[in-house]
Antibody, heavy 119, light 111 residues
Framework: QLQLQESGPGLVKPSETLSLTCTVS??????????WGWIRQPPGKGLEWIGS???????YYNPSLKSRVTISVDTSKNQFSLKLSSVTAADTAVYYC???????????WGQGTLVTVSS | QSVLTQPPSVSAAPGQKVTISCSGS????????VSWYQQLPGTAPKLLIY???KRPSGIPDRFSGSKSGTSATLGITGLQTGDEADYYC????????????FGGGTKLTVL
């Protein structure tokens, strides 16, 4: 059974870089059928796709975040990572990693990790 | 402002049926599959319906999905108190180069 788990600091200072890692277990991140993505949810609000990566390293970003986002993959560790630079309080959210079937569906999702941007 | 439009809330009594709508455009719902996600309080979203009307293994047939033109609908029959959750529709959007866009979510209350 495929499982995803987010890890990283829960508190980031304004203007700094948010860094999270997603570890995939129970399956290979190198599967040709799927992308791997990050989705966030501000407290009490809806879901926002941040970006996705293919195991080959091809990346796709939300245009509204593209200038601040970097997603990378480490197939040897079955992990992919998110970096979001120059964070502000508006970036406070629960961050989820998930598997994406292109043009179809998202699942499974990690349990999510709350990242708070505050000094 | 979400790309897809859902009603903020719906409610119905236990045992009854409810539908949740999701409206989009030709660049998203009109030309792509729609999926639905259930988010129980304090948990991560879970895939409920994919490819407009298919259910993943383990999802009861009380949940159904349909799509017509640029709109989609989630139906839930035989409502249970455990169905109280937020429900999100999702699809791909070619004009935004977005791998996935979501509706704003609908809070289902089982009275």
């Amino acid at each position: 059974q495929l499982q995803l788990q987010e890890s990283g600091p829960g508190l980031v200072k304004p203007s700094e870089t948010l860094s999270l890692t997603c570890t995939v277990s129970g399956g290979s991140i190198s599967s040709s059928s799927y992308y791997w993505g990050w989705i966030r949810q501000p407290p009490g609000k809806g879901l926002e796709w941040i970006g996705s990566i293919y195991y080959s390293g091809s990346t796709y970003y939300n245009p509204s975040l593209k200038s601040r986002v970097t997603i990378s993959v480490d197939t040897s560790k079955n992990q992919f990572s998110l970096k979001l630079s120059s964070v502000t309080a508006a970036d406070t959210a629960v961050y989820y990693c998930a598997r994406l079937r292109l043009r179809s569906w998202v699942g499974p999702w990690g349990q999510g990790t709350l990242v708070t941007v505050s000094s | 402002q979400s790309v897809l439009t859902q009603p903020p809330s719906v409610s119905a009594a236990p045992g009854q049926k409810v539908t949740i709508s999701c409206s989009g455009s030709s660049s998203n719902i009109g030309n792509n599959y729609v999926s639905w996600y259930q988010q129980l309080p304090g948990t991560a979203p879970k895939l409920l319906i994919y490819d407009n009307n298919k259910r993943p293994s383990g999802i009861p047939d009380r949940f159904s999905g349909s799509k017509s033109g640029t709109s989609a609908t989630l139906g839930i029959t035989g409502l249970q108190t455990g169905d109280e959750a937020d429900y999100y529709c999702g699809t791909w959007d070619s004009s935004l180069s977005a791998h996935v866009v979501f509706g704003g979510g609908t809070k289902l209350t089982v009275l």
